[in-house]
C-alpha cells in the first residue's frame, strides 16, 4: 500500500471539509458573501486583513496585481477584493475554490479570477506578474515552507511585496491554552518566532521590512467574550514586551 504524503494528506483533509459544505443550505446561510461563522470569528478575519491592507506601500493603487495564497471558502477573499480592480485567488483545495468562487458570485463579487495550486508550487500563475501577494493561514501548514516563499518570491515583480501571516510561537494561546481547551494542534502546522522568520524570509530573497505580533483574539473565542477580547487586544498589542505574547506574526517582505 502506498504512504500518504504530507501534502496529500493537507489536500485530502481540506477537501473532506469543503466537501461538507459544498450544498446550497450552506451558502444561504447569514445572507452575506462572509463565510457563515461566529462574530470572534468575523473579527479574527477582519483583523488580519486590515492589518496587511496598513501594511502596503502608501502609493499602491487599485490597479495593483494582486494575488491571494490560501482562499479556502473565501474568508479573506471578499475584503481583500474591494480594495483592488482584481485579484487573483487560489487554494489547493479544488472544491474549496469552488465553494469560494460560487459565493462570490453569488454576492456579486466579479473581479476575482479564482485558480487551483499548490503554494509550494505555483506553476499557474506567470512568473514576475504580481506587484502583490498576500497569503493568510497557509504557508505554515506547508511541507515546505522556505519552497513555498521561494515560490512566491519568483511570482512577484521587482519590488514587489508579500504580506504573510504566521502564529507566534511565543504566544500563550499555542503554548498551553488550546491543549487546555481541548483544541488538537494541527498535525502539520509550525509555530514561530519573529527572529525565525527574519531568518528564513531573508534565506529566501527577502528584505523584512515590518514585522508585528498582535490578535490575543482567538476565532475560536465564545462570541459573548468578544467585547473584553477587543478591549484586551487594545490594550495588550500597545504594551511594550506584552505585545510580543500576541498570537499572530504578520509580514511585510519586499522582494530583492
Same mark, same amino acid.
Given at each position: 500500500?502506498?504512504?500518504?504524503?504530507?501534502?496529500?494528506?493537507?489536500?485530502?483533509?481540506?477537501?473532506?471539509?469543503?466537501?461538507?459544505?459544498?450544498?446550497?443550505?450552506?451558502?444561504?446561510?447569514?445572507?452575506?458573501?462572509?463565510?457563515?461563522?461566529?462574530?470572534?470569528?468575523?473579527?479574527?478575519?477582519?483583523?488580519?486583513?486590515?492589518?496587511?491592507?496598513?501594511?502596503?506601500?502608501?502609493?499602491?493603487?487599485?490597479?495593483?496585481?494582486?494575488?491571494?495564497?490560501?482562499?479556502?471558502?473565501?474568508?479573506?477573499?471578499?475584503?481583500?477584493?474591494?480594495?483592488?480592480?482584481?485579484?487573483?485567488?487560489?487554494?489547493?483545495?479544488?472544491?474549496?475554490?469552488?465553494?469560494?468562487?460560487?459565493?462570490?458570485?453569488?454576492?456579486?463579487?466579479?473581479?476575482?479570477?479564482?485558480?487551483?495550486?499548490?503554494?509550494?508550487?505555483?506553476?499557474?500563475?506567470?512568473?514576475?506578474?504580481?506587484?502583490?501577494? +498576500?497569503?493568510?493561514? =497557509?504557508?505554515?501548514?506547508? *511541507?515546505?515552507?522556505? $519552497?513555498?516563499?521561494?515560490? &512566491?518570491?519568483? !511570482?512577484? %515583480?521587482?519590488?514587489?511585496?508579500?504580506?504573510?501571516?504566521?502564529?507566534?510561537?511565543?504566544?500563550?494561546?499555542?503554548?498551553?491554552?488550546?491543549?487546555?481547551?481541548?483544541?488538537?494542534?494541527?498535525?502539520?502546522?509550525?509555530?514561530?518566532?519573529?527572529?525565525?522568520?527574519?531568518?528564513?524570509?531573508?534565506?529566501?530573497?527577502?528584505?523584512?521590512?515590518?514585522?508585528?505580533?498582535?490578535?490575543?483574539?482567538?476565532?475560536?473565542?465564545?462570541?459573548?467574550?468578544?467585547?473584553?477580547?477587543? +478591549?484586551?487586544?487594545? =490594550?495588550?498589542?500597545?504594551? *511594550?514586551?506584552?505585545? $510580543?505574547?500576541?498570537?499572530? &506574526?504578520?509580514? !511585510?517582505? %519586499?522582494?530583492?
Amino acid at each position: 500500500m502506498q504512504k500518504i504524503t504530507k501534502k496529500q494528506e493537507i489536500i485530502n483533509k481540506y477537501e473532506k471539509e469543503a466537501k461538507e459544505k459544498n450544498c446550497e443550505e450552506w451558502f444561504a446561510l447569514g445572507n452575506t458573501v462572509r463565510v457563515p461563522e461566529n462574530k470572534a470569528s468575523h473579527y479574527f478575519v477582519e483583523r488580519k486583513v486590515s492589518e496587511a491592507l496598513s501594511l502596503l506601500d502608501k502609493n499602491t493603487t487599485r490597479s495593483s496585481s494582486v494575488l491571494e495564497i490560501g482562499c479556502s471558502f473565501g474568508h479573506m477573499t471578499p475584503l481583500l477584493a474591494r480594495n483592488f480592480d482584481t485579484l487573483t485567488a487560489l487554494d489547493i483545495s479544488r472544491t474549496s475554490v469552488e465553494i469560494a468562487s460560487k459565493r462570490l458570485a453569488r454576492y456579486g463579487f466579479t473581479n476575482v479570477n479564482f485558480l487551483v495550486d499548490d503554494a509550494e508550487e505555483l506553476k499557474n500563475v506567470p512568473d514576475s506578474s504580481f506587484d502583490i501577494i +498576500f497569503s493568510f493561514s =497557509t504557508i505554515r501548514f506547508c *511541507p515546505n515552507q522556505e $519552497k513555498a516563499l521561494r515560490a &512566491i518570491h519568483l !511570482k512577484l %515583480r521587482s519590488n514587489g511585496i508579500a504580506v504573510i501571516d504566521f502564529p507566534n510561537r511565543f504566544s500563550p494561546w499555542h503554548l498551553f491554552i488550546k491543549a487546555i481547551s481541548g483544541i488538537r494542534k494541527h498535525k502539520h502546522d509550525n509555530l514561530y518566532s519573529e527572529k525565525q522568520l527574519a531568518e528564513i524570509f531573508s534565506k529566501c530573497g527577502f528584505k523584512v521590512e515590518k514585522m508585528k505580533t498582535f490578535l490575543f483574539t482567538t476565532k475560536r473565542l465564545p462570541s459573548i467574550f468578544l467585547p473584553l477580547f477587543k +478591549f484586551i487586544d487594545f =490594550t495588550f498589542e500597545r504594551i *511594550p514586551l506584552i505585545c $510580543k505574547l500576541g498570537g499572530i &506574526i504578520i509580514i !511585510k517582505a %519586499r522582494k530583492t
